[in-house]
């Protein structure tokens, strides 16, 4: 059998290539990490070059390019259509596997030039990775005839041996997001301050951080929420699953289609407990509404106070919901099922189609 080599452009920081490219190397894969930024990956080759904001993919496309081509790669997997698609692409070495994210093919096709470049890039493109089958349909309208070499193939999670059992009252609600308007954080609060008029000790606690930390705490003194809101800041990855569990459910209001998968509600599932999120984007997915959680019009904050308070007053519920979204994770995006579909990916590429042909 052939060698297995393989370079993955992406953020080396970040979780999602993370796992990926540890995940691709436990399936016996050669990796070498191109990004960036300083982060490092132990046990993997990574080659980083300094972020120095949006043209440092241009500044370093001829390195990274560079840097590729010395690796002699059987394949290229670029995470994310935009800049790292681009360095991908000027490797000009086949087959070339391009994952989308969402804010890649959602936000930043805003004008003709980004827009070209991302049709240009998905064009090129031996196989198309989307994490939902909403992202796929993105792709399709981004670029007609491009779904039918999109494969969906979700960013799993690790499934504990068993749910951990609920925390004491009184109720406690996490949101893992960052401070951004488009995931709710605001309209999450105001509906607290309603369901605290029924419940007044439920609490919240926000994990994340972001542009609207300021504002936030202000709405929460405004609204009198002062000792139902808990600030928690940054959670690192490998904390999710503790943080979780000290928590009854999960709340998830985005208010923006950007929402395209909802890894954060497979975690709460992952955990036994059910999510409330809004009916947006890829998010319907992964729910199964009044069954593993409860799915509301975005931007709704009647109809999320409503969801909350009915989970709220009845544990047994949180039981139920909590325990069919283990279950429903644990059957459908397993991380273990994930790293199958993406090797057996790779190797369909890699033996199906000439090595290293130029673009």
């Not at 360095?87 to 804010?103: D, E």
């Not at 890829?282 to 904050?301: Q, W």
């Amino acid at each position: 059998m052939s060698r297995k080599r393989v370079v993955i452009f992406g953020w080396a920081h970040r979780v999602h290539t993370q796992r990926w490219a540890v995940g691709m190397v436990s399936r016996g894969f050669e990796v070498k990490l191109i990004s960036l930024g300083q982060a490092i990956l132990p046990g993997i080759e990574t080659v980083t070059f300094p972020h120095t904001g949006k043209a440092a993919y241009l500044k370093h496309l001829s390195g990274a390019v560079r840097e590729a081509r010395k690796f002699k790669p059987d394949l290229v997997h670029a995470h994310y259509a935009a800049g790292f698609g681009l360095w991908a692409l000027r490797t000009k070495i086949k087959p070339l596997l391009v994952s989308v994210w969402g804010a890649d093919i959602i936000d930043f096709p805003s004008n003709v030039i980004t827009r070209a470049l991302i049709r240009r890039v998905l064009k090129k493109a031996d196989s198309i990775t989307a994490t939902s089958r909403f992202l796929k349909e993105t792709v399709r309208k981004l670029l007609p005839g491009a779904e039918e070499k999109t494969v969906v193939i979700p960013f799993g999670v690790a499934i504990p041996p068993e749910i951990a059992p609920l925390p004491d009252k009184p109720i406690k609600i996490c949101f893992i997001k960052a401070y951004r308007k488009k995931y709710g954080p605001d309209i999450l609060l105001k509906a607290l301050a309603e369901v605290k008029k029924q419940i007044p000790e439920i609490t919240l606690s926000l994990a994340g951080e972001g542009e609207m930390t300021a504002e936030l705490k202000a709405l929460t003194a405004e609204l009198g929420l002062e000792d139902n809101v808990r600030f928690v800041g940054y959670i690192d990855n490998r904390e999710i699953y503790s943080f979780i569990k000290e928590h009854h459910f999960m709340a998830m209001p985005s208010v923006m289609e950007s929402e395209s998968f909802g890894v954060a509600v497979l975690e709460a599932g992952a955990c036994g407990r059910p999510t409330v999120a809004s009916k947006i984007g890829g998010v319907p997915e992964v729910i199964v509404d009044e069954k593993t959680g409860f799915l509301v019009p975005a931007g709704d904050v009647d109809r999320l106070v409503k969801a909350i308070v009915r989970l709220a007053e009845n544990t047994d519920l949180i039981n139920t919901t909590g325990q069919a979204a283990y279950r429903f994770a644990k059957e459908n995006y397993s991380w273990e099922q994930s790293l199958d579909m993406m090797a057996s990916e790779y190797e369909r590429l890699i033996y199906g189609e000439k090595k290293n042909s130029p673009v």
